[in-house]
């Protein structure tokens, strides 16, 4: 995700800490002496090791101590990082691993790192068994008349009690991956030959780990067992981070993520071949990489994620392949192709775009209301152009300023501000844009690990916009967008609408460890700490909780399944003392009375009913974690599926030919169809357009009633 990232550059700081952390002991004992495992750390490892436990403990937010409950953390964090789904290791491994338990942090304080290697070792033994196990199951096949169910998430589950119920976990595992390509009209030597491709490659990849990669793994599980966004990066994620940062980056723009043995879609980069192409949404699973238009698709279930981010990474303008399993049919239906060309990540494509939408009036007269949407994908700003004060650089801010004016020249009667998606960007561009709404005053506290806080307020006098205001988020609206919804919402400007926010309410600050070592030739890569959190003027942080909307729109899951509070140990929401600032206006009533005439239209709308009965089949259909091997039920949850598909298509062609548009022709998943996804009016942002109308009929009625009163 995109979040807000503050550089150490006080020099001062950087000189003092290092004098600090190069006046401490570099020992290299290791726990009972020589490790005895396959791979070992390196000196440069242990180096490492040491610094990353200072920094946490004297500079992380948290200030975590060096304890048995941190080492307890620490072990759970790292069986999950190797094992996320309980399907290598029994019961008995990890009682033999609890002789660690206890101890595994002070070990990174103190570089004892054998344990870690010895744990990969079995690990690594664990998964040679089951894939052999695996690929002996291949020549028997499966019979899916049989009434069985396989729970694919098991992260929940206790741990295998003995090799012999890893034997039946495994067993419909390859029978559930067997139907899948039964399911994608796969023939019995086809289906042979891919899953043996599959399992010889996850095997011969579990085998390219080395040192630097055990290492990797570990001290991640030490970072995030303290705070989900602190990591160690060692050069090559350190590389790759880089790269992503920079807009020039050349592939499909998305974020992807390791979701126990798939790679997962959280976040399609707005302006980037993904997005313009739309059909790769977030929660897809990617199964499946091809180069060229007709390369062969390779296999990357159970790969390692920076693996697949090279495969999928290209140069500019060349053709890559994904086989996908897409997230509305789940790992129960079958894969699609989608196929991208790799392209730069436009900032044109990122930038503020605006649009109007014309509602008829409130009932009483034939008006029309005009009610403006701005959309701000990131909060972006050249900052280097920003620094030289050139006239013309660009920022988020000064676009949003300048479509303000073109919609006042098309006399809007509101606004509403699109941050779906918007995971976040430069914290002085929330600043700044809530500054176009509001005349001048504080807008977000920012406290450090020491407890000082920092007050960012908007200084310019005036508003760019004084009329009616809606901002439309949802789940994936972070960072600099809560800073922006929640100040907006503090002071009484305008409505919030959507779902709740993603919750990140936290700054990190990246720390280049090659600063501290004293030998040049050493890579010890880069930590990203958590340093400092976010509070609103009222005091409360938009840490975990994230920004509640004031009217809800209807969208499928439970919210905490997602964001910030669904990640493992997440800092919690809290409180500081609220800043002096005056509200604007008490939107409260007007809001009971939208949120009333909103819930109406739910019922009554056919859009919206209908949208509300897809939700209700699609969470009716929703896995929960557990698939059924009959093939006769899986195919009628596909036909299910398809069938959800084409209502939505049939009803997106209905809107377009009342709007005298050309409808879309049915489309065929396979390599040469066409995006067949919903072109129609986008129904959050319609229905944010009518609650607009409403608090602005509603006003006036108030208004007149009070007149009328007087």
Do not use: C
Request: no cysteine.
């Amino acid at each position: 995700m995109k979040t807000t990232i503050f550089r150490l550059t006080l020099v001062v700081f950087a000189v003092a800490l290092a004098a600090f952390l190069l006046q401490q002991p570099f020992g290299y004992a290791s726990a009972g002496g020589e490790s005895t495992t396959t791979l070992t750390p390196e000196a440069r490892h242990m180096t490492v090791s040491q610094l990353t436990s200072q920094f946490m403990t004297r500079f992380h937010y948290r200030k975590p101590q060096i304890d048995e409950a941190l080492s307890q953390r620490v072990f759970e964090q790292y069986l999950t990082t190797l094992d996320p789904n309980r399907i290598y290791f029994t019961a008995a491994d990890v009682e033999g691993f609890s002789k660690y338990e206890d101890t595994l942090a002070k070990a990174v304080k103190d570089a004892r790192l054998a344990p870690a290697y010895e744990i990969f070792d079995r690990y690594l033994t664990r998964s040679d068994e089951r894939i052999e196990y695996a690929l002996g199951l291949l020549d028997g096949g499966f019979d899916f008349e049989v009434d069985e169910s396989y729970r694919f998430d098991r992260r929940e589950e206790p741990w295998a009690e003995d090799r012999d119920e890893l034997n039946e976990l495994w067993r419909k595992r390859v029978k559930n991956e067997w139907l899948q390509l039964k399911l994608a009209d796969k023939d019995s030597d086809e289906i042979v030959e891919k899953l043996t491709e599959r399992y010889e490659n996850l095997q011969r990849r579990m085998h390219e780990f080395n040192s630097d990669d055990v290492f990797s793994l570990f001290m991640n599980a030490f970072s995030q067992s303290i705070e989900p966004h602190t990591t160690y990066m060692s050069s090559r994620s350190s590389e790759n981070f880089e790269i992503s940062m920079r807009l020039s980056l050349e592939g499909i723009g998305a974020l992807l993520q390791r979701d126990s043995e798939y790679t997962t879609i959280v976040e399609v980069i707005p302006g980037g071949p993904a997005d313009l192409d739309g059909r790769l949404q977030p929660k897809d699973r990617v199964v499946g990489v091809g180069q060229g238009e007709d390369g062969e698709i390779t296999d990357v279930i159970g790969w390692r994620l920076d693996d697949v981010v090279e495969k999928i990474r290209g140069e500019r303008g060349t053709v890559v392949r994904l086989e996908v399993l897409p997230a509305e049919t789940g790992l129960g239906g079958p894969s699609e192709i989608i196929k991208l060309e790799r392209n730069e990540v436009k900032l044109e494509e990122q930038a503020a775009s605006s649009d109007v939408i014309e509602l008829p009036g409130d009932g009483d007269s034939d008006d029309v209301r005009r009610i403006g949407v701005i959309s701000v994908p990131v909060f972006y700003v050249d900052f280097e152009g920003r620094t030289r004060n050139q006239p013309d650089y660009r920022s988020s801010t000064r676009d949003v300023r300048k479509l303000i004016s073109e919609l006042k020249k098309e006399d809007v009667d509101a606004l509403v501000i699109d941050l779906r998606g918007n995971g976040g960007g430069a914290l002085v561009e929330a600043t700044t844009m809530t500054g176009l709404f509001i005349d001048t005053g504080p807008v977000v506290q920012v406290r450090d690990s020491h407890g000082k806080i920092d007050l960012k307020s908007d200084n310019e006098p005036g508003m760019a916009w004084d009329g009616p205001l809606g901002v439309l988020v949802d789940r994936h609206s972070a960072s600099a967008s809560e800073i922006f919804a929640g100040a907006i919402q503090d002071y009484g400007r305008g409505v919030i609408i959507g779902e709740p926010t993603f919750g990140k309410g936290t700054v990190q600050n990246l720390v280049d460890l090659d600063n501290f070592s004293s030998s040049r030739s050493d890579k010890l890569g880069q930590l990203r700490v958590t340093m400092a959190q976010f509070y609103r003027v009222i005091g409360d942080s938009t840490q975990n909780k994230g920004v509640i909307p004031d009217i809800r729109l209807p969208t499928p899951g439970d919210s905490d399944e997602y964001g910030e509070s669904a990640l493992d140990y997440a800092m919690p929401w809290a409180q500081i003392d609220a800043v002096e600032f005056e509200p604007m206006a008490d939107l409260a009533p007007l809001i009971e009375q939208a949120r009333s005439r909103h819930e109406l239209r739910l019922q009554t709308d056919e859009e919206l009913a209908e949208l509300i009965e897809e939700i209700d089949e699609w969470e009716a259909e929703e896995d929960h974690g557990v698939l059924s091997l009959l093939e006769s039920v899986r195919r009628e949850k596909m036909e299910k599926a398809e069938a959800r598909r084409k209502r939505k298509l049939g009803r997106s062609n209905e809107l377009a030919l009342e709007a005298g548009e050309q409808p879309e022709e049915p489309a065929v998943t396979d390599e040469e169809e066409e995006d067949d996804e919903d072109d129609g009016p986008d129904l959050f942002l319609k229905e944010s357009a009518r609650i607009m109308a409403d608090l602005i009929a509603l006003d006036r009625k108030q208004l007149l009633a009070h007149h009328l009163k007087d």
